[in-house]
């Protein structure tokens, strides 16, 4: 039963319904929103700030991220806004004293030709304000309904909803809304996950910065040398400065404050910010001035916490905690906002199922599952990358440094959402150990159809995708008795759907021409069958019930 056949039976009269209410419009918020809208499912999504911010934060984006965009088709509007070149950009990290002071490489994260050859999709420099703006556009076009200045002022969960009153800031109305499903996308202080008493893991915020967005010529203390970030030691150890072009124009500041001993961002009127960025700069005439962060505001600094925390549910009840409602880790290597985005696509795809009647509600257990672990080896990742790179806060102890495809690519879901995973899978693997086993990410294989190239990743995101290879009628045949689910099925080799010009493959996803994979609608591999099976119709008829929580079906399997 849904919301709306919910109110009818009870004869309460709401101000708004809707399947899924989201909280917070930033980057995670409008993912969620942009992912369920294109699965079909209309959401309301409230921001309580008047508009979206423009300070870029999240300045890159990785392949895997770019994947998921790519399937919406919002690829082209990504690259058209981005700052440089996927295939050409460099990122340009340094350590100094300050910016016209002696630049010591830091490490960063390197894209080899090896990581850019797992997908289709090249890494995408693009600011995080940039990107937001598409991804509002994209949701609004799909249906989604966003409402800035609306703020979240209480919210009550029973077994068959959730009742949320919402206030609109600029006139101080009330609105009662009821909702199949919320979704805290509020941030790392989240409210919504204090007010539900989720706890957490992890060293916690240890770092409050204070960030800017400046207008000042620091060319004369580049001296031609090409910065993306500078971790710097003044005005005090943790300050950054952040390119924001190519000419040393345009830059975000950051640099730490201290609220435990009672220091706010009150303590920092515009003309202190100045003088800490001269500071910085190491030109201590240089003018500078700042930037609004929202437009047609006064509002020119902005404080961030940096830290490190995992909540220990992703999920109670019909609320579900998604980007830094549910974690937050240190900035270095870029895994936050990509990790968040990721989370908004896992989740989307499930509530989509179950609010069009396709999966049982159990489905949502797996939210948790699968993105909790992803989040505590993100967590250990960054935290190990901040301690080689600006030292404060991290644990002498920290994790071991994973290759970076690891992270992006190599990581594995166990869950109820997948079967086959193997008893021996560790958290992450290098790509090149993967070859399609269930609960990895499917392998990016070249395809051609209609003469057009395509990869195996354009295939996936809508629905429950079957992959099988010459010799696979009878996968193709069962997917199509299936109908009520939803399965695209391809045979790929020849006289098939697809060519494979150099039959890589069925290598890549680790069947034979007469196996086949079963890929989920985020890309995820569900199950595998290596060869024929006696009657694949009964096979992935009970394979899908299991996967899907379908109660009513029969588990023969």
Same mark, same amino acid.
């Given at each position: 039963?849904?919301?709306?056949?919910? *109110?009818?039976?009870?004869?309460?009269?709401?101000?708004?319904?809707?399947?899924?209410?989201?909280?917070?419009?930033?980057?995670?918020?409008?993912?969620?929103?942009?992912?369920?809208?294109?699965?079909?499912?209309?959401?309301?999504?409230?921001?309580?700030?008047?508009?979206?911010?423009?300070?870029?934060?999240?300045?890159?984006?990785?392949? +895997?991220?770019?994947?998921?965009?790519?399937?919406?088709?919002?690829?082209?509007?990504?690259?058209?806004?981005?700052?440089?070149?996927?295939?050409?950009?460099?990122?340009?990290?340094?350590?100094?004293?300050?910016?016209?002071?002696?630049?010591?490489?830091?490490?960063?994260?390197?894209?080899?030709?090896?990581?850019?050859?797992?997908?289709?999709?090249?890494?995408?420099?693009?600011?995080?304000?940039? #990107?937001?703006?598409?991804?509002?556009?994209?949701?609004?076009?799909?249906?989604?309904?966003?409402?800035?200045?609306?703020?979240?002022?209480?919210?009550?969960?029973?077994?068959?909803?959730?009742?949320?009153?919402?206030?609109?800031?600029?006139?101080?109305?009330?609105?009662?809304?009821?909702?199949?499903?919320?979704?805290?996308?509020?941030?790392?202080? %989240?409210?919504?996950?204090?007010?539900?008493?989720?706890?957490?893991?992890?060293?916690?915020?240890?770092?409050?910065?204070?960030?800017?967005?400046?207008?000042?010529?620091? %060319?004369?203390?580049?001296?031609?040398?090409?910065? %993306?970030?500078?971790?710097?030691?003044?005005?005090?150890?943790?300050?950054? #400065?952040?390119?924001?072009?190519?000419?040393?124009?345009?830059?975000?500041?950051? *640099?730490?404050?201290?609220?435990?001993?009672?220091?706010?961002?009150?303590?920092?009127?515009?003309?202190?910010?100045?003088?800490?960025?001269?500071?910085?700069?190491?030109?201590?005439?240089?003018?500078?001035?700042?930037?609004?962060?929202?437009?047609?505001?006064?509002?020119?600094?902005?404080?961030?916490?940096?830290?490190?925390?995992?909540?220990? &549910?992703?999920?109670?009840?019909?609320?579900?905690?998604?980007?830094?409602?549910?974690?937050?880790?240190?900035?270095?290597?870029?895994?936050?906002?990509?990790?968040?985005? &990721?989370?908004?696509?896992? #989740?989307?795809?499930? #509530?989509?199922?179950?609010?069009?009647?396709?999966?049982?509600?159990?489905?949502?257990?797996?939210?948790?599952?699968?993105?909790?672990?992803?989040?505590?080896?993100?967590?250990?990742?960054?935290?190990?990358?901040?301690?080689?790179?600006?030292?404060?806060?991290?644990?002498?102890?920290?994790?071991?440094?994973?290759?970076?495809?690891?992270?992006?690519?190599?990581?594995?879901? $166990? %869950?109820?959402?997948?079967?086959?995973?193997?008893?021996?899978?560790?958290?992450?693997?290098?790509?090149?150990?993967?070859?399609?086993?269930?609960?990895? $990410?499917?392998?990016?294989?070249?395809?051609?159809?209609?003469?057009?190239?395509?990869?195996?990743?354009?295939?996936?995101?809508?629905?429950?995708?079957?992959?099988?290879?010459?010799?696979?009628?009878?996968?193709?045949?069962?997917?199509?008795?299936?109908?009520?689910?939803?399965?695209?099925?391809? $045979?790929?080799?020849?006289?098939?759907?697809?060519?494979?010009?150099?039959?890589?493959?069925?290598?890549?996803?680790?069947?034979?021409?007469?196996?086949?994979?079963?890929?989920?609608?985020?890309?995820?591999?569900?199950?595998?069958?290596?060869?024929?099976?006696?009657?694949?119709?009964?096979?992935?008829?009970?394979?899908?019930?299991?996967?899907?929580?379908?109660? +009513?079906?029969?588990?023969?399997?």
């Amino acid at each position: 039963m849904n919301v709306m056949e919910q *109110t009818a039976l009870s004869g309460n009269n709401f101000d708004d319904t809707t399947s899924v209410l989201i909280v917070g419009g930033g980057l995670t918020g409008l993912s969620t929103a942009l992912f369920l809208s294109w699965h079909g499912v209309r959401p309301l999504l409230v921001e309580r700030h008047p508009d979206l911010l423009i300070h870029p934060r999240a300045r890159g984006f990785t392949q +895997r991220t770019v994947e998921l965009f790519r399937q919406i088709g919002l690829e082209p509007a990504i690259r058209a806004a981005s700052f440089a070149g996927g295939e050409d950009f460099r990122w340009i990290a340094v350590r100094a004293e300050t910016l016209a002071g002696q630049h010591v490489p830091a490490e960063e994260v390197e894209e080899g030709e090896e990581m850019r050859n797992l997908s289709p999709a090249p890494f995408a420099p693009i600011d995080q304000d940039k #990107l937001e703006v598409i991804l509002r556009q994209g949701a609004e076009e799909l249906g989604a309904d966003i409402r800035f200045s609306t703020e979240l002022v209480s919210f009550e969960q029973t077994d068959i909803g959730v009742t949320a009153v919402l206030r609109d800031r600029p006139t101080d109305a009330m609105r009662t809304v009821r909702a199949d499903y919320l979704v805290a996308a509020d941030g790392w202080d %989240s409210p919504i996950r204090e007010r539900l008493g989720i706890e957490l893991d992890g060293p916690g915020p240890f770092f409050n910065v204070v960030t800017a967005l400046i207008d000042a010529d620091l %060319s004369p203390a580049l001296d031609g040398r090409r910065v %993306s970030i500078a971790y710097l030691q003044q005005p005090r150890p943790g300050t950054i #400065l952040m390119s924001h072009d190519e000419a040393g124009q345009r830059w975000v500041f950051g *640099t730490g404050f201290s609220p435990e001993y009672g220091e706010s961002l009150a303590d920092f009127p515009e003309e202190r910010v100045i003088q800490l960025v001269r500071e910085a700069a190491g030109l201590p005439d240089v003018e500078v001035s700042l930037r609004p962060q929202i437009p047609d505001t006064d509002l020119k600094l902005l404080g961030f916490t940096i830290g490190a925390q995992l909540a220990q &549910q992703y999920r109670m009840g019909r609320t579900f905690l998604v980007g830094d409602a549910a974690h937050i880790v240190p900035p270095t290597g870029g895994l936050g906002a990509n990790t968040g985005i &990721q989370d908004a696509h896992n #989740l989307a795809w499930k #509530l989509a199922a179950v609010v069009r009647g396709e999966a049982g509600p159990a489905l949502l257990d797996t939210y948790h599952d699968e993105r909790r672990p992803v989040g505590l080896l993100t967590m250990e990742q960054a935290l190990a990358r901040w301690g080689s790179r600006v030292g404060e806060g991290a644990d002498e102890a920290s994790a071991a440094l994973l290759d970076y495809a690891s992270i992006a690519f190599g990581y594995w879901y $166990r %869950s109820t959402a997948v079967l086959g995973v193997p008893e021996d899978a560790r958290g992450a693997y290098l790509p090149s150990e993967l070859s399609g086993q269930p609960g990895t $990410r499917a392998p990016h294989v070249w395809l051609v159809r209609d003469g057009e190239r395509l990869s195996t990743i354009d295939l996936f995101g809508r629905h429950y995708v079957l992959l099988t290879g010459s010799d696979g009628v009878a996968w193709v045949d069962a997917a199509r008795s299936v109908s009520d689910i939803g399965v695209d099925a391809y $045979r790929i080799g020849a006289h098939g759907d697809l060519a494979n010009a150099d039959g890589s493959w069925a290598d890549a996803y680790g069947v034979s021409d007469r196996g086949a994979a079963l890929i989920r609608p985020d890309g995820f591999v569900a199950w595998r069958s290596a060869d024929a099976a006696d009657d694949p119709v009964q096979q992935l008829t009970s394979v899908l019930a299991k996967l899907l929580v379908r109660e +009513r079906c029969l588990f023969t399997a």
